[in-house]
């Protein structure tokens, strides 16, 4: 099949997490348009029932598509991977690339055995999670911990915020307060919004934990998939949210820092 050289990659999440994939997907593809789309109306999905975030990312995914008819979707968020990534590629024509816990590098990285691992609510608790965990880091413990502050945290980091500390204090004491957690020397960051706030998460955990997310894996991943296709970015990337997101100068300005020049509504 043809590609346009102008056709898109789009990035899909529930707010601005993504970010951290696009980051390092410019490092890949200088060159590629790229569409970013938050789901700001239904943020946040790790509160959300499998239901909800499978309906709603299967829907908002196929008028994206439809409206603007992207190379390759990537759905730069865990939760809805781990839910509705199946369902999505089930009923669209398009490539696409989902976020899955960086549970595998982890287990060749830690040293003593022991890994954190921090989600949302709805990510911890998934089969593909389990199934991660068993071909991936057997003879491993892994411990999950809940930390869906962190979320909103780095949704008003990006937005010229401060967060509470309190909040990176806490997602650090949820893993070590379980059995074995004092021994956790790696931590996956099993949320794409979470290394926004890594440098806190670090404060909080203190100089012998190293963080490990899936954002870079992910950019080569897109880069494999597209290799030999051309690509023509003619303007700055945009941003396309649902709900009240486009009249905020906080937002443009956080984006801004990422090449995202516009905020369009959905």
């Known amino acids: 099949m ?4 102008t056709a898109p990659i789009l990035l899909f999440d529930s707010g601005f997490g993504g970010l951290t994939v696009l980051a390092e997907l410019r490092h890949e593809l200088p060159d590629a ?3 970013y789309a938050a789901d700001l109306a239904g943020i946040p999905y790790g ?4 239901a909800e975030v499978a309906a709603r990312v299967a829907g908002l995914l196929g008028r994206l598509a439809e409206r603007y008819h992207p190379r390759l979707i990537c759905i730069a968020c865990n939760t809805a991977s781990t839910i509705a990534l199946g369902m999505v590629r089930e009923v669209l024509e398009t490539p696409i690339v989902g976020t899955v816990p960086a549970i595998k590098p982890a287990a060749e990285m830690t040293r003593t055995g022991t890994i954190g691992l921090l989600g949302t609510a709805a990510t911890i608790r998934q089969a593909y999670v389990d199934n991660l965990e068993a071909k991936f880091a ?3 413990l892994l411990l999950r911990h809940a930390a869906p502050d962190l ?17 990176f204090t806490a997602a650090a004491e949820g893993l070590r307060q379980q059995a074995g957690g004092e021994e956790i ?3 996956v960051l099993a949320c794409t919004h ?3 706030v890594q440098d806190e998460l670090a404060g909080a955990f203190g100089n012998k934990v190293q963080f490990i997310d899936g954002a870079q894996g992910i950019a080569r991943r897109i880069a494999y998939l597209t290799q030999g296709q051309s690509f023509d970015r003619q303007d700055d990337d945009f941003a396309i949210v649902t709900g009240d997101g486009q009249d ?5 300005g956080g984006l801004e820092r990422y090449g995202i020049g516009r905020i369009l509504p959905l």
Do not use: C, M, S, W
């Open 47 to 50: 509160e959300k029932t499998e």
């Open 248 to 252: 905020n100068e906080a937002l443009r």
């Open 2 to 5: 043809d590609v346009q050289p």
């Open 33 to 35: 348009p790229v569409i």
């Open 194 to 196: 979470f290394p926004l």
């Open 185 to 187: 020397d790696t931590v």
């Open 151 to 167: 979320v909103a945290a780095a949704e008003l980091k990006l937005r010229g915020g401060t967060p509470d500390p309190a909040i």
């Open 138 to 140: 057997q003879g491993k």
